[in-house]
């Protein structure tokens, strides 16, 4: 069966520091991957999807990126944080096709 | 672009049925309308998705109109576990693999 592991599941970090969130999915190849972001009380905001190794689609502007180094791997980062950075981070996969989605259990991320 | 609407909040009574509206009058012809939930602080669970006809699982049951405009989940008997956000979802565009959440419906179960 498929699986999805997103980690850590809560992480502090300071304004102006670096961040590297993992996304990771077993038992499946070549599926579709996303990023969302939840502000706290709000929606989820779709922030990059990826159907390959290296293909990126930014949704938003901001001040992350995204990379896919391996077909099952998916990685959030930024190089120098903002408060507005903060927020639960999900990760999803879906198979080629788009039947809904699988997600991760989730990264709560404070920037202080 | 396709999207969905629903209801911000609903309370429902435990060991009653709630019933979750959804509006997506812009969906395109072959789109499935997905339901998921978000326990706090958990990632969101897949509950049920469907076409066109009506469909259940041991989660819910959905319920789609003949237009496809609007659909409504069931969930014949709430629990207080059931306390979550509801959201109702569809593909953004055909051939594309987004889906747009919006604040979805927050329902509280009551005891």
Redesign the interface.
């Given at each position: 069966s498929q699986t999805i592991h997103q980690w850590p599941a809560t992480l502090v970090q300071p304004v102006g520091s670096p961040l590297s969130l993992e996304c990771t999915v077993e038992g499946t190849s070549n599926p579709n991957l996303y990023w969302y972001r939840q502000a706290a009380g709000r929606g989820l905001q779709l922030l990059f999807y990826s159907v390959g190794i290296g293909q990126i689609s930014s949704e938003v502007p901001q001040n992350l990126s995204a990379s896919r180094p391996q077909d099952r791997q998916f990685i959030l980062s930024s190089k120098k944080l903002l408060l507005s950075d903060s927020g639960f981070y999900l990760c999803a996969w879906s198979q080629k096709g788009g039947y809904g989605y699988t997600f991760g259990s989730g990264t709560r991320l404070t920037v202080v | 672009d396709a999207k969905t609407t629903q209801p911000p909040s609903m309370d429902c009574a435990e060991g009653r049925a709630a019933n979750l509206p959804c509006n997506h009058s812009t969906i395109s012809g072959n789109e499935?309308v997905?339901w998921?939930r978000q326990i706090h602080?958990?990632?969101?669970?897949?509950i049920i998705?469907g076409l066109k006809n009506n469909e259940t699982n041991e989660m819910a049951s959905l319920i789609i109109t003949e237009d496809r405009k609007s659909s409504t989940l069931i969930l014949p008997h709430a629990t207080l576990r059931d306390t979550a956000v509801y959201?109702c979802i569809v593909?953004v565009a055909p051939g594309?693999?987004?889906?747009?959440?919006?604040?979805?419906t927050r329902l509280k179960v009551l005891a």
């Open positions: - | 499935y997905y998921y602080s958990q990632g969101p669970q897949y998705h959201y593909r594309t693999y987004k889906y747009i959440f919006g604040t979805g």
